[in-house]
């Protein structure tokens, strides 16, 4: 299929988009879209598990349509972004086109619009935020990070620097991928362990994994803590500049809220990471290593709704099996186990440890059995 295919995942940044504009109640479009409408679209529609043939495959490795659709997505979020933090500092999201009153007003007098309006807007249009940037920004990141052009990792990055998140570029290619599935993974839920643990462990681990493995990089070059090659300190100074000019220009609370919506985006980005590899670990050897990484390390999902929306995240032991190979080539193969329905689906399921653990520990078992 052509690179229309991915297209839909655009009307979630433009849902988003639309219910801040209209602000009150219609800023809960994108979290009823996306954890609602989805899902249920996903569970009539299933899966489909088939893969290109040759020469599809060389053909969608050839289309450079593929490679735009990820480019073009960075202004979007900014744009969004921008829309959110502008009309946030001029009067909220109590309704359409941009307010008057400061934010702080609780009531905007000229419209009659009651305080509860304003807060129900603000709290649906941070939700929006968050659930766009941290649901496809991070995966168009994602995609762009493990990219070989400079031009596309720093695409990616300048993606990140939305959600200030801009280690995840390197504890990600670096930390994740090399120890996938270990005790070493900040970023492999164990079996057993609920999400929130989960986060609470993992946000810290892979902030310090990602200054450890830059510290060693550093070393192995001759080159010091406070030099421009340091990649992590830059990514700091960057993020620090950037919310300064936030704080310098909309004010104190919209900073603050501005870094809520943040916690939201890579909470949602968090939470795909605990379903991808949830309770599936590689054995050691007679020698005491790790095996290799193999299809059966990562939870996989052929349900078409996620994969359009996703990039085809969810055919993740493929990219773990190859980081290099593009979206629009990843395979799904008999031996990666599934997951029950599509992302969506799962994280709202992650957000409730009894039946999460209830639907996911036997077939974490079941995959275990047949290694």
């Known amino acids: 299929m052509s690179v229309w295919k991915y297209l839909p995942s655009y009307s979630i940044p433009m849902a988003a988009a639309l219910g801040m504009w209209l602000g009150g109640y219609w800023t809960f479009v994108t979290p009823i879209y996306v954890f609602l409408f989805i899902p249920l679209v996903e569970w009539l529609v299933g899966g489909d598990p088939s893969n290109h043939n040759t020469e ?10 593929y490679t735009l ?27 359409p086109g941009i307010g008057t009153f400061g934010m702080m007003t609780g009531v905007e007098f000229s419209t009659g619009i009651s305080s509860a309006v304003w807060l129900v807007g603000l709290i649906g249009a941070t939700l929006s935020l968050g659930i766009s940037n941290g649901g496809i920004g991070f995966t168009v990141a994602h ?48 079996k057993g362990e609920t999400f929130y643990r989960f986060l609470i ?20 070059k001759k080159k ?4 421009l090659s340091n990649e992590m300190l830059g990514f700091q100074v960057i993020q620090l500049v950037w919310l300064s000019v936030i704080f310098g220009l909309m004010g104190l609370v919209v900073g603050i809220i501005y870094i809520l919506s943040c916690i939201l985006a890579f909470s949602l980005l968090e939470a795909v990471n605990y379903l991808e590899h949830y309770g599936l670990e590689r054995e050691k050897n007679e020698r005491d290593r790790y095996e ?6 990562s939870w996989n999902s052929d349900h078409i709704v996620s994969r359009m929306f996703l990039f085809e995240l969810s055919r993740h032991s493929d990219h773990h099996m190859v980081a290099s190979r593009h979206y629009q080539v990843l395979r799904s193969l008999d031996e990666s186990p599934q997951l029950p329905t599509g992302y969506p689906g799962m994280i709202l399921l992650a957000m409730i440890p009894p039946l999460w653990f209830r639907v996911m520990n036997p077939l974490v078992d079941k995959v275990h059995l047949h290694q």
């Open 201 to 220: 462990r993992s946000v810290p681990d892979q902030y310090r994994s990602a200054w450890d493995i830059e510290g060693k990089r550093l070393q192995k």
């Open 69 to 95: 659709l990820l480019w073009s997505y960075v202004p979007i979020q900014y744009a969004l972004t921008g829309l959110f933090l502008l009309k946030l500092s001029m009067g909220g999201f109590s309704g």
């Open 224 to 227: 010091g803590f406070w030099s």
């Open 143 to 190: 995609e762009l990070i493990h990219r070989s052009s400079k031009f596309e990792q720093w695409l990616g990055r300048a993606l990140l620097l939305t959600t200030l998140y801009m280690h995840f570029a390197i504890e990600h290619v670096y930390g994740h991928h090399k120890h996938v599935g270990t005790e070493e993974d900040a970023a492999t839920a164990r």
């Open 292 to 297: 290799k990484v193999n299809h059966h390390h």
């Open 56 to 65: 599809e495959e060389e053909k969608a490795k050839a289309s450079f349509g």
